[in-house]
């Protein structure tokens, strides 16, 4: 058998794959408007994979989807650009002397930007200031976290222009009465399993933290049942966190399970 020579590159070309019908049916069944982010955002993260390639057994992020100003527009997961130019010089260098242009709106398709109204991502300020006081700079924390979606596709709601994500699916599935909500939600929690367990094999991560309560509803179990309780961390989601608190919990509470390697 021959081994891939980038397995976590293969691992989430899948991960975007496996949702392409899916997201036609949320299309049809929510009347949302959707991108999938992890496939036409692969020629960025090709390149972060090679700059910043991961070691053994990293810890793995799982976050909830894409957003508008992050990954929508940069293919890395809670980055936007502007973290992308100032917090990873060496990505972003490589990205400009490959010829693509690092500047808002990035990668984001000309259908999804009429929808975008500010130039960051809220999230991405509290990862990078995680990063960069966990592992002494973004740049070395990105060798050792990954950052993993267990959903790759982002939601737009086309009455209010505004991100949705999967916790609201079943509530606007229902509202149109297009189809049996259920039926849906089975398949996105299938999918999401399929994402997770992927990930597992590929990364054979040392830890897995899970940032807010639906991805930890979804996952929680299965992570538990694979890895063992003390292995994995539920946490706030970042988007409406206080940067320094949340940054500094989470560092502490890493310590605590031995989870955090130390700066080098």
């Known amino acids: 058998m021959i081994q891939a020579a980038d397995p976590w590159g293969a691992a989430w070309r899948r991960s975007s794959r496996r949702w392409r019908k899916f997201g036609k049916a949320v299309e049809q069944a929510a009347g949302w408007l959707v991108w999938n982010p992890g496939e036409y955002g692969e020629k960025w993260h090709s390149v972060y994979r090679s700059v910043y390639p991961h070691g053994r057994h990293p810890l793995v992020v799982f976050g909830l989807n894409p957003g508008p100003y992050g990954m929508a527009q940069t293919g890395i997961p809670f980055t936007d650009v502007k973290r992308l130019r100032s917090a990873l010089p ?98 996105l929690n299938e999918l999401r399993a399929a994402n997770c367990k992927d990930t597992l094999e590929t990364l054979q991560p040392r830890g897995v933290v899970l940032l807010g309560r639906d991805v930890q509803a979804a996952l929680g179990e299965l992570l538990r049942d694979e890895l063992g309780e003390a292995k994995v961390v539920d946490w706030e989601h970042p988007a409406r966190a206080v940067p320094e608190k949340w940054s500094r919990g989470l560092i502490n509470e890493l310590k605590r399970r031995k989870l955090l390697r130390a700066k080098k």
Do not use: M
């Open 90 to 187: 060496k990505f972003a260098k490589t990205l400009e002397a490959r010829d693509f242009g690092v500047e808002v709106p990035g990668l984001a398709p000309s259908t999804l930007q009429p929808f975008l109204s500010r130039t960051f991502e809220s999230s991405s300020v509290r990862i990078y200031r995680f990063l960069e006081e966990a592992f002494g700079s973004a740049e070395k924390g990105c060798r050792d976290v990954v950052v993993a979606n267990p959903c790759p596709l982002l939601f737009i709601s086309p009455e209010t222009g505004k991100n949705v994500t999967p916790a609201d699916l079943g509530r606007a599935v229902r509202a149109r009465g297009k189809r049996d909500a259920r039926a849906l939600l089975e398949e």
